[in-house]
């Protein structure tokens, strides 16, 4: 039964971000609870990745459950063209209430589709006031999905190689991290002073797959600001740093300046199903005001606004909104800096960083950071087989739980992380 089901797997499934001919067997996950996943035999594992950032609150959780089936009896889906509905009427009120600087919803489907309706609004923005901006800033090493637009937006990748040719052109600045603002700050004013530029795109204060680059607040609010004052628009793409990673519930709310648009997604349904928002002001929504159709936003996707998603992410905020979860988050963040503080002087350790709910450190390695170091895959099965779920992004080692992670489960993560940097320590090359 159990290698049936891994040779019908082998038959029929190329799955995402894998060499399908070098890749070891996936594992047959049967069941869900909280912060742990079991297998088909018998093994159990701390998911410590929240499987690809996306849980918040634990699988299979019960109220959320409950609430995907009321809805599921209700009202699955609707065309969104035309037409509402009441799950994603008290979701735009609910998450606009915390996105105070925000006036409009937009939805699509996924992180990727939520950063490619950023871009086009940018674009469109200025295009339909007859304006010729259109040029897009970004930050070196940045993730902003899988998509044509969002690999444009991304860093320089060796996985979108085969596609270079493809890609729009994006103007690039170095992520403002310690000792590099200056640079960041003098480029972004160079190009803006030879280009015609639309908008400037980032993940506001980490990086998420560029290897969890972390960088401050103030220099954030600095760039934001510059870009104001030229009147181009911010876009945070929070698709990872929203719903409380970095402690507060989007990382925006550590910034002055504010963007003018944001994406949401990844935890925005608790993890439960695909969903996205991509909000904006109103500066940016009446400039598609008009009775020239051509001024019309023309995108959409058929599943646009779906209400059991828009159920499931009323049911994840209601969670957030419990006095339970804003403690889970505090008592993380509390176990992540006795950690932190514990191993930061480790030999092994070249880089150590927290954000909230985020811890990250970087394996000290001869090669460079790249994915195609070795000692990834090498971690991934050291901690693979001590049943803890953490996918290094090259030699960067991170935990990014749900918050409903027990004490226990947490410092047995920990406690894998302290065997590697030990165990790989003196033998890493
Ligand atoms: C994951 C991610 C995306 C892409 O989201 P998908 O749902 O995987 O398409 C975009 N931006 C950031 C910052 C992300 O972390």
């Keep these: 039964m159990n290698m049936n089901l891994v040779e019908i797997d082998k038959n029929n499934i190329w799955h995402p971000f894998t060499q399908m001919k070098t890749a070891d067997n996936p594992l047959v996950i049967t069941k869900g609870k909280d912060a742990l996943l079991y297998d088909d035999k018998g093994d159990t594992y701390i998911d410590a990745v929240s499987s690809w950032w996306v849980n918040v609150h634990g699988h299979s959780n019960p109220y959320i459950a409950k609430k995907i089936y009321q809805q599921l009896q209700t009202l699955e889906h609707v065309i969104f063209a035309g037409f509402t509905h009441q799950p994603a009427i008290e979701l735009s009120e609910r998450l606009l209430h915390y996105l105070p ?3 409009k919803i937009f939805f699509s489907d996924n992180g990727s589709t939520a950063v490619e309706v950023a871009l086009k609004m940018s674009i469109q923005f200025f295009y ?4 010729e901006k259109n040029t897009i800033i970004a930050l070196d090493d940045a993730y902003h999905g899988d998509t044509f637009g969002a690999m444009s937006a991304g860093g320089d990748s060796h996985f979108n190689d085969p596609f270079k040719n493809h890609l729009f052109k994006i103007k690039r600045i170095p992520t403002p991290v310690v000792g590099r603002e200056k640079e960041c700050i003098k480029k972004l004013k160079k190009i803006i002073k030879n280009n015609k530029v639309c908008s400037f795109i980032f993940e506001p204060l980490i990086q998420g797959a560029g290897g969890m680059i972390m960088y401050d607040e103030k220099i954030l609010d600095e760039l934001i600001a510059i870009c104001k004052k030229n009147n181009i628009l911010c876009i945070a793409d929070e698709v990872m740093t929203g719903f409380y990673r970095t402690g507060k519930i989007f990382a925006s709310n550590y910034l002055k300046n504010k963007p003018d648009i944001t994406c949401l997604s990844k935890g925005l349904t608790g993890g439960t199903l695909p969903l996205s928002i991509t909000t904006c002001n109103d500066k940016i929504y009446n400039a598609f005001l008009s009775n020239d159709k051509m001024k019309t936003f023309f995108h959409g996707h058929s599943f646009t ?3 059991v998603g828009c159920s499931a992410a009323l049911a994840s905020l209601d969670l957030f909104e419990k006095k339970e979860t804003q403690k889970n988050i505090q008592r993380i963040i509390k176990h992540h800096t006795k950690f932190y503080n514990k191993i930061k002087n480790h030999s092994t350790i070249e880089n150590i960083r927290m954000k909230g709910t985020i811890l990250a450190l970087d394996f000290k390695t001869q090669n460079d ?12 099965s050291f901690f693979l087989d001590r049943k803890v779920i953490l996918r290094p992004l090259g030699n960067v080692v991170y935990i990014m739980p749900p918050y409903c992670i027990t004490k226990k489960q947490l410092y047995k993560v920990y406690s ?5 940097l030990n165990t790989f320590g003196n ?3």
Excluded: M
Excluded at 128 to 131: L, P, V
């Design 305 to 307: 606004g779906n209400p």
């Design 101 to 103: 600087h925000q006036d």
């Design 128 to 131: 339909n006031q007859g304006k």
């Design 369 to 380: 950071t790249s994915y195609f170091n070795s000692i990834r895959d090498r971690l991934y």
């Design 427 to 429: 033998r890493s090359k």
């Design 416 to 420: 894998v992380i302290e065997e590697a």
